[in-house]
């Protein structure tokens, strides 16, 4: 049996939230108090025994309110003002002005309050739980010519799991028989299952779908992708953004002031205005209760983590919620070519031919190539295979340092590499063509004879699929698009120029990289950082936000950024920008609503037209609720 200390859900600090929302003796106490507040308040207008009704109030009030009421009362004794004393004062002076029925509703709605508070955290909780949900608490291992199922934590590293048809696959390993179709959706996000066979890395929380795998274990259970996912999204909702810290600053110092106020409107009025002791203590209690700051204080982290956990289900990891707003006040992202904008995987776009087909153009350079461990290599061998060039012998093979290669097919010695493993061939019409491609940012190889040139093969680095379409949903947002390289200027130019970046910087090499992060920042403020989170990660690390792609089973890649992208999928930092700015919107609603609101109550308190419950029921209660589920929209699809 597993010890406490090795459940998933206790690592990751939401084992006791995984219950039911609302427990027994919530239910219990939100019942026995709303009978008695209604009987109360029957007794108390309707009968001639007011008594009976006080009693029956101050039941309801003691019931419902026991946990405010005991805090607020430690609070007053150790001289802590918090929210607790502010309910207190203005429940107590309810009941000593003989308004029994507005003292008990005051604590009964303020207990739902409050409820609805643990509700939104413990959604942020169980929604941490869902992650570990999808990995399996079980796993099928070949064990002694024989399969055994065994709790996941007692598979050891090597030993081998199976996975039908169905399964989930319980633990990070490689494919070591089989084939399959793999859904990753619950890690990277990918709406479409992933080819597997031998080789193959998969991940815990991941379904197969129509093979039989045999999976040499790789990393326990603890150690897993998915454990490592909750981890980092429980990590987050612990860091503060800024405008979380600010509020929690505010709250420090509002709570004494609202009671200093408060004494102020007992005093001022009667003694300057001529108002009624009571009637100006009445109103200063109605001030007490409608700043309670409740909604005010859940308004931001409730929005922060809807987003983060939104994100992590669609395979971002926000490592914090400050780089979650910064993401969304961001103006200018920085990205990375080659891996990031790029597959960094050389194609060969152009064969071109003089005097001779443009596949005996092919065939000879990939023979010769053939020799070779290039990517240049790679990239011409896979070309030919892709049009079904059949390669030739070659003889007297010889590799130039710095130039190409050289060898003879059949009678004739041929050449392939760049201009100057040609010193003795003049310009032609090769020259022009020459020119034309490179100015398009491509590298060009030329193929020959010592004598002439019969061919020229361009080839480029693979733009991403939507990449483009990445640059222009950002740009249509008013954020400016930085690519920076360690390319020349000439093919850093030309991705650029493709993509639709709007500014590039080429030839840097890493230090480069960081320096110039660090002048975007001094010219446009927070700038976002987006790289493969290995080459890239002293720059990714010097800006506001870093946000490394690709970085599925990546350590080094998770712990260096912010943000972690799981899936080499580039259109997800479109989706990480909209999600960022759609939070910091909510965000800013739910303030900006929270404030209004309790200004306008207060407002209408001094003059006397609002009662003590209706501030609760509208004030506290109802604007908890709209800020809750105004930070739930957060989490739907198109919910603007």
């Known amino acids: 049996m597993p010890g406490h200390e090795e459940c998933p859900r206790c690592r990751a600090g939401v084992c006791e939230i995984h219950r039911p929302v609302a427990g027994r003796r919530e239910i219990a106490v939100f019942a026995v108090g709303a009978l008695l507040l209604v009987a109360g308040i029957y007794v108390e207008y309707f009968t001639p025994y007011p008594l009976a009704g006080t009693i029956l109030l101050l039941a309801a009030a003691v019931i419902s309110g026991h946990d405010v009421l005991k805090a607020g009362l430690l609070a007053l004794i150790r001289f802590r003002f918090n929210i607790a004393v502010l309910i207190t004062i203005a429940a107590a002076g309810a009941f000593l002005t003989a308004n029994p029925a507005e003292g008990a509703a005051v604590l009964y709605l303020y207990a739902i309050a409050e409820f609805l508070e643990e509700y939104a955290a413990g959604r942020a909780h169980r929604s941490i739980a869902s992650l570990l949900d999808i990995a399996p608490q079980t796993a099928r291992v070949r064990r002694d010519d024989g399969e055994v199922v065994v709790p996941v934590g007692d598979v050891r590293v090597g030993e081998t799991v199976l996975a039908r048809p169905g399964d989930a696959i319980p633990l990070d390993g490689v494919v070591t028989l089989g084939e399959s179709s793999v859904d990753q959706a619950p890690i990277t996000g990918e709406s479409v299952p992933v080819a597997k066979g031998v080789g193959d890395e998969v991940y815990a929380g991941t379904r197969n779908m129509d093979g039989y795998l045999e999976i040499g274990v790789t990393k326990p259970e603890e150690a897993s992708t998915i454990s490592r996912v909750v981890a980092l999204v429980a990590e987050a909702q612990a860091h503060t953004s800024p405008t979380e810290a ?330 990480l920008v909209a999600l960022s700015e759609k939070t910091v919107s909510v965000v800013r609603q739910n303030v900006a609503t929270a404030v209004v609101v309790k200004l306008g109550i207060a407002a209408l308190a001094v003059v006397g037209l609002v009662t003590l419950w209706m501030a609760v029921a509208f004030g506290d209660m109802g604007l908890s609720l709209a800020v809750i589920a105004n930070a739930l929209r957060i989490g739907r699809p198109g919910g603007e």
């Open 246 to 575: 600010f509020i929690e600053r505010f709250a420090r110092y509002y709570t004494p002031a609202v009671i200093l106020v408060a004494g102020l409107l007992v005093v001022v009025p009667p003694l300057v205005f001529g108002v009624p002791f009571l009637e100006a203590f009445y109103r200063a209690l109605i001030l007490l209760v409608i700043s309670c700051p409740c909604a005010l204080a859940i308004s931001t982290p409730v929005s922060m983590v809807s987003g983060i956990t939104t994100a992590a289900h669609n395979g971002v990891l926000i490592k914090g919620r400050d780089a979650l707003e910064a993401v969304g006040l961001a103006r200018v992202i920085v990205f990375d070519k080659t891996g990031t904008l790029t597959t960094g995987r050389l194609e060969v776009d152009d064969v071109i031919s003089f005097g001779v087909p443009a596949a005996e153009v092919l065939a000879v350079a990939a023979s010769l190539e053939a020799r070779s461990g290039h990517p240049i290599a790679e990239a011409v061998l896979r070309r030919a295979g892709e049009e079904g060039v059949p390669l030739r012998d070659v003889e007297e093979f010889a590799s130039v340092t710095g130039r190409g290669v050289q060898g003879r097919i059949g009678d004739t010695r041929y050449l392939l590499g760049n201009e100057s493993l040609f010193p003795d061939v003049g310009g032609g019409a090769w020259r022009a063509e020459y020119d034309r491609l490179e100015g398009e940012g491509k590298t060009v190889i030329l193929a020959g004879t010592e004598s002439a040139v019969i061919g020229l093969l361009a080839l480029s680095d693979v733009i991403k699929e939507d990449a483009r379409e990445t640059v222009a949903d950002l740009e249509a947002r008013g954020i400016r698009t930085v690519m920076l390289t360690g390319d020349n200027e000439r093919v850093g130019e030309a991705v650029a120029r493709r993509i639709g970046i709007d500014e590039c910087h080429a030839g840097l090499l890493p230090e480069d990289k960081v320096a110039m992060v660090e002048q975007l920042m001094e010219r446009y403020g927070q700038v976002v950082m987006v790289g493969d989170g290995v080459n890239d990660a002293p720059a990714l690390a010097r800006a506001n936000v870093g946000v490394a792609m690709g970085a599925i089973g990546s350590d080094i890649a998770i712990e260096a950024a912010d943000i972690v992208v799981m899936e080499d999928d580039i259109s997800r930092v479109a989706y």
